[in-house]
Each structure stands twice: as structure tokens, then as C-alpha cells.
């Protein structure tokens, strides 16, 4: 298998795991740990990794992106007497991620206007606050086709995720026509050829917020993740700011710095762990952090 990687990249250059996987029809876990242990291929990854929420998880913390998917998506692999080559691939690859992550931005701006151009003057403003969450705001946003969950039609790459948080005083019926109405604009989006775009959205009154903040609930843990990370794109950016003031006087930033770093220090052992052992004697249930997780449950 490492011979056969070395006569490819010699002769097309670096490749990205993906590009690997599809020219090699090789099984991820066996490609991965070639790609790994060998001294004459080197692994070139781009991008950071974050923390993520997972049921499936003891403690529920994993870091973002999986194994796979930092591999596939987000690593280039070269020859390690060609760094130079590797690094010019690298850098190409950081271009297209920053352009996926500005045009999925610039999408997300629109569909906030369009949202608010529903309504008369700044009342949609004033009630509301349009908060960004997810890969975007990591700057990690990717274009793999991937099926969206509800229809299973395939999106382009990372969906967006929207969280809309308004006054305590908002009404019922308000509420109702203003979730209608996103909902309306992100079928229109999904299934739009030119778009073709998974947008994932949940709105909620700020006493939600005040809820969640206690960080008591797998549930709430996920929302709080969400908020925490979350970056203002509209509306009443007062609201916006009493959220973050809620998460700070419960103790969340610290709470998930806590998780962050039980996450990094399980990626580690588990990576040792895969690097280590032969592929044939690794159990499918030893792989919980090598494949890709959902965090959905807040968008449910």
C-alpha cells in the first residue's frame, strides 16, 4: 500500500485524502494509518480543530472535525523530500476553504435580509437577534456533497447553522409566523439547483437561553456550545450580547474549555491508539472518534 501511494504522488503530485481515497478505492482506516506511518509521505493539515458534543461519547467531548473528515477534507499528502510542493498544494487548498466559508457567509447574510425584508421597518430587528453557529465561524466551512437529513438529497458540504433569539415578550403567534416564514425561505434554498444549501435553524425566546444556560442536560450542553461559539449577524444586537452575559454568569466558557480539552487529550490516545495497532485487529466500536458525528439536536 505505501509503495503504491508513493508511485501516485510522484506521479500527479500532493492529493488530498479524498483524492486519494477516489483514485485508490482503499479502505479509510488502512489508507489513514499508511499515510500516517510512513517516512517518506507526509501529512500536511490545514484548519483547527474545535470542540464538538456527542452522545456516543464517555463525557460527551470530541473534538471537530473527525479523523476522517480532517483527513479526507482538510490534510494534503506528499512526499516528504518535496515540502515545498506540499505546502503549494496546502496553500490552494486554504484559498478554496476560504472561499466556501465567504460564499456560505455572504449566503447566510442574504437569507437573514430576505427574512427581514418580510416585515415593516426594524420590528423584525428589534425582536430579534440572527446569531451564526457551526463550521463557518471557524473558518472550516466545506463544499463535500454530503445528504441533508430530512429529504436525504445531496447539499453542498457543511450546512449553516442559524439561531434566532427574541424578547421574552414576543408573542406566540409572532413566533409561529416568523418560524414559518424561515422555514419557507430554507426550502427555497434547499432546493434551489443554483443554491442547493442545508440550512438548519431553531428559534427561541431568551428565557430558553436562561434555561439552557444551567448546562444540566446533554441538550442544553449542545445549546450552549452553539451560543457560545455563535457570531452576531443581525438584528437586536442587544439580545445578542445578553446571551453571551447568561453563558459567562453560568459559568459556560469555562464549563466548555473543560470539555475542549478532555477532547484534545482523548484525540491524542485515540490517534496513538490507531496508529499503533494493525488494521485488522481494530473493533468497529474503537473507532467512535475516527468517523464523523452529528451534533443535531439543538436544530431537532
Known amino acids: 500500500m505505501e509503495k503504491r501511494l508513493i508511485d501516485l504522488i510522484e506521479s500527479k503530485g500532493p492529493l488530498t485524502g479524498a483524492e486519494i481515497k477516489t483514485l485508490t478505492n482503499t479502505d479509510n482506516l488502512l489508507l489513514w494509518q499508511t499515510c500516517k506511518k510512513s517516512k517518506e509521505l507526509r501529512v500536511k493539515t490545514i484548519g483547527i480543530r474545535y470542540l464538538r458534543l456527542d452522545r ?3 463525557g460527551f467531548a470530541r473534538l471537530s472535525p473527525s ?5 479526507l477534507t482538510y490534510s494534503v499528502v506528499g512526499l516528504s523530500k518535496k515540502p515545498q510542493s506540499l505546502f503549494r498544494r496546502a496553500s490552494q487548498i486554504i484559498s478554496h476553504i476560504n472561499n466556501v466559508n465567504r460564499l456560505k457567509l455572504e449566503l447566510t447574510q442574504t437569507f437573514v435580509n430576505k427574512i427581514q425584508s418580510q416585515y415593516e421597518g426594524n420590528s423584525l430587528g428589534e425582536q430579534a437577534c440572527f446569531i451564526l453557529a457551526g463550521d463557518i465561524v471557524y473558518n472550516m466551512a466545506h463544499d463535500v456533497p454530503r445528504p441533508e437529513r430530512s429529504t436525504g438529497r445531496l447539499v453542498r458540504g457543511s450546512d449553516i447553522d442559524l439561531i434566532v433569539v427574541l424578547h421574552d415578550r414576543t408573542t406566540d403567534t409572532f413566533i409561529k409566523l416568523l418560524d414559518e416564514k424561515i422555514y419557507q425561505e430554507k426550502y427555497r434554498v434547499l432546493i434551489s439547483p443554483s443554491v442547493n444549501e442545508e440550512i438548519d435553524y431553531i428559534v427561541k425566546r431568551i428565557e430558553r437561553v436562561r434555561e439552557q444556560a444551567r448546562f444540566d442536560t446533554f441538550k ?5 456550545k452553539i451560543l457560545q461559539e455563535g457570531k452576531y449577524i443581525a438584528g437586536n444586537k442587544k439580545l445578542f450580547e445578553e446571551v453571551q452575559r447568561l453563558l459567562k454568569e453560568n459559568g459556560v466558557p469555562d464549563k466548555l ?5 478532555k477532547a484534545i487529550f482523548f484525540r491524542k490516545e485515540e490517534e496513538k491508539y490507531l496508529i499503533a495497532t494493525r488494521h485488522d485487529e481494530i473493533n468497529h466500536k474503537d473507532l467512535y472518534f475516527f468517523y464523523p458525528a452529528e451534533e443535531s439536536e439543538e436544530f431537532e
Open 56 to 58: 456516543q461519547v464517555k
Open 67 to 71: 479523523i476522517l473528515r480532517e483527513f
Open 220 to 224: 442544553h450542553m449542545v445549546a450552549c
Open 257 to 261: 474549555d473543560r470539555l475542549e480539552q
